[in-house]
C-alpha cells in the first residue's frame, strides 16, 4: 500500500512560468515532509522541507504548501528554469526509533521545462 | 567530500546468479540506509542501519536479499540467487542522526547501481 502518492508521473511547463508538483499521503501520523530532486544517472539530492506544525516554507524560488486537513503537500517551483528539468520526490516521516528516520518516498513526478 | 560511494555503477549478470552492491557512506555518519528504485514503486527503503546495526529490514523483498554492515566505513547488499525482477536501480543514502533532536536529518544518497538480470 503507498503512503505517499505522487499521481502525476509527468508535467511540462515552460520556462518563466510556474511548476506545481503534487503529493497526497495516507498516515496521519507523518509529521515531517520533504522533497528530493533526482537528475539522470545521480542520486536523490534534498531541497526542502516542512514540518507538520507549519503550512508553508520558503527557500528562494522553491515553496512546499502542507495541508493538514487534506493530507496533501505542494512544491511550487518559481520561476521555472530549464535547469530544474528532473525528478521531484516527495517524502514522508515521522520520529522512529528514538532518534532515527525512515522517510516513506512517493513515486516521483518527472518535470520537464521547456525553453 | 566525496559523498557517498557506490559501486558497481552498473551490473549485467544472468538469472540464478550471486549479485553483490558495496556502499561506502560519508565519514562521520551513523546510519545507512539501503533503497530500490522502480517504476512502479518509486523509492522503497529495503534496510536500514544505525550504527552498524540493521535497525528495520522490513523492507527487504525475501530471502534472497541480505545486507551488512561490518564496520561504519562499509556495507553491502547482497541478492542470492538473483531474478529478472530484481533489476532495478540501488541506491545507499546515509545521513547523521543525533539522540534526542526529534528532527528529520538529510539523508545524502549515492549514484546508485544500476542491476540487470537477464
Known amino acids: 500500500d503507498q503512503q505517499v502518492k505522487q499521481n502525476s508521473p509527468s508535467l511540462s511547463v515552460q520556462e518563466g512560468r510556474i511548476s506545481i508538483l503534487n503529493c497526497d499521503y495516507t498516515n496521519s501520523m507523518f509529521d515531517y515532509f520533504l522533497w528530493y530532486k533526482k537528475y539522470p544517472a545521480e542520486g536523490p539530492t534534498f531541497l526542502i522541507s516542512?514540518?507538520?506544525?507549519?503550512d508553508k516554507n520558503e527557500d528562494g524560488r522553491f515553496t512546499v504548501f502542507l495541508n493538514k486537513s487534506a493530507k496533501h503537500l505542494s512544491l511550487h517551483i518559481v520561476p521555472s528554469q530549464p535547469g530544474d528539468s528532473a525528478v521531484y520526490f516527495c517524502?514522508?516521516?515521522?520520529?522512529?526509533?528514538?532518534?532515527?528516520?525512515?522517510?516513506?518516498f512517493g513515486t516521483g513526478t518527472l518535470l520537464a521545462v521547456q525553453p | 567530500d566525496a559523498g557517498v560511494i557506490q559501486s558497481p555503477r552498473h551490473e549485467v549478470t544472468e538469472m540464478g546468479q550471486e549479485v553483490t552492491l558495496r556502499c561506502k557512506p560519508i565519514s562521520g555518519h551513523n546510519s545507512l540506509f539501503w533503497y530500490r528504485q522502480t517504476m512502479m514503486r518509486g523509492l522503497e527503503l529495503l534496510i536500514y542501519f544505525n550504527n552498524n546495526v540493521p535497525i528495520d529490514d522490513s523492507g527487504m523483498p525475501e530471502d534472497r536479499f541480505s545486507a551488512k554492515m561490518p564496520n561504519a566505513s562499509f556495507s553491502t547488499l547482497k541478492i542470492q540467487p538473483s531474478e529478472p525482477r530484481d533489476s532495478a536501480v540501488y541506491f545507499c543514502a546515509s545521513s547523521l542522526e543525533l539522540a534526542g533532536q526529534g528532527a528529520v536529518n538529510e539523508q545524502f544518497f549515492g549514484p546508485g547501481t544500476r542491476l540487470t538480470v537477464l
Open positions: 516542512i514540518s507538520s506544525i507549519k
Open positions: 517524502a514522508a516521516s515521522y520520529l522512529w526509533g528514538g532518534a532515527t528516520n525512515k522517510l516513506i
